[in-house]
């Protein structure tokens, strides 16, 4: 079984930073992309940024310039460093990561967080 853990989030005004982390352990023999998603009250979960196992990123519009993913491949744990945060970045953000693992069969799968509060007042 996979488990992620997030830590960070919280309550911050319009302009300040925040950053979440999360770990991923269990079986897990191979990560592949590991990122983070959030959700707004009434709105669809939607990407924030990812990182492949290849060190390369992949950031929502939204988060560009202003959020930072990184990644320590030895510990299996993400990190999103969020700035210059704005009201409408208010929302439960995610970890993920998309796993395998070398059993027999082989199993590959997706497994995600608790969520972590973030809110940003104005």
């Known amino acids: 079984q996979v488990q992620l853990v997030e830590s960070g989030g919280g309550l911050v005004h319009t302009g300040g930073s925040l950053r979440l982390s999360c770990g991923a352990s269990g079986s897990i023999s191979s990560i592949n992309t590991m990122g983070w998603h959030r959700q707004a009250p009434g709105k669809e979960r939607e990407l924030v940024a990812s990182i492949a196992k290849s060190g390369n990123t992949n950031y929502a519009y939204f988060a560009k310039g202003r959020f930072t993913i990184s990644r320590d491949f030895t510990k299996n744990t993400v990190d999103l460093q969020m700035d210059s945060l704005r009201p409408e970045d208010t929302a439960v953000y995610y970890c993920?990561?998309?796993?395998?693992?070398?059993?027999?069969?082989?199993?590959?799968?997706?497994?995600w967080g608790q969520g972590a509060q973030v809110t940003v007042s104005s």
């Open positions: 993920e990561c998309d796993y395998l693992i070398y059993s027999d069969p082989p199993v590959a799968g997706r497994a």
